[in-house]
């Protein structure tokens, strides 16, 4: 198991639960980019994803491939409170978090939650 504080296994289990068909490589830096913007790490994610097999890439296209999708019914939580959206910045009452094996990823606006898994 990883560490709670470790971004690249974080990102990696984020791309390995995508809903998308197929992705282009912003769409898939976007998610990524809840996690974190330094370029590096950004790298090491996509590169990890794929050498698992949690991802393909060619050229621009990335396609997920693990089929094992995150359930919104136990693997994300609301709560409550003051909180701002990981991905738009956005001021939010209601957060949304994904429960993975790296942590908690979020917390989410109820349209950045499904942006960021695919469901929209």
């Known amino acids: 198991m990883a560490r709670e ?8 289990q984020l791309l390995a639960r995508l809903e998308d068909a197929e992705l282009s490589l912003p769409d898939v830096i976007d998610r ?4 974190s913007t330094h370029p ?8 990890t994803a794929e050498r698992r097999g949690h991802i393909r890439r060619d050229g ?5 491939v693990s089929g094992r999708f995150l359930s919104f019914d136990s ?31 979020g ?7 499904r942006k960021v898994t695919g469901r929209e």
């Not at 621009?60 to 997920?64: G, I, Q």
């Open 32 to 35: 990524i980019e809840t996690v």
């Open 60 to 64: 621009e296209t990335v396609t997920p």
């Open 75 to 105: 693997e994300v939580i609301s709560r409550k409170g003051d909180f701002e959206c990981r991905r738009c910045g956005a001021s939010i009452s209601t957060g949304y978090f994904m429960q993975l094996e790296a942590g908690e990823h």
């Open 107 to 113: 917390p989410f606006g109820s349209s950045c939650i």
């Open 40 to 47: 590096e790490t950004t790298r090491a994610i996509l590169e």
């Open 5 to 12: 504080d470790d971004p690249v296994e974080l990102g990696v």
